[in-house]
């Protein structure tokens, strides 16, 4: 088999799919997929946020115990580490959670 057929055997068998193509030559095409992939990155990131510098400056204002803030800034510590114990969930299966 000559070389310039195995490299367009090869080339075409990385999208066969159509639709993958037309996605392929035009990202932006499919908004709702896109807008859905933002909105779930942003949601992802919202505990993070509301747990942190929102949930102290609200327990500041109302006058809770600076020691008792500092402990409760320790709740955003999982989504910190997310990175460290997503993939072990991936790849097995917790106790009880099905």
Known sequence: MPASSIQA???AGLCENPDMT???ANP???RRA????????????????????????WLTVAGVD???IGALSLVGWPYLLKFLWAPMLDRWQPLGLG
Do not use: E, I, W
């Open 66 to 68: 600076l020691k008792t």
């Open 22 to 24: 037309h996605f392929l």
């Open 28 to 30: 932006l095409s499919d």
């Open 34 to 57: 896109l807008v859905a992939v933002a909105m779930l990155g942003f949601f992802s990131g919202l505990p993070l946020a509301l747990s942190g510098s929102t949930l102290q400056a």
């Open 9 to 11: 055997s090869s080339a």
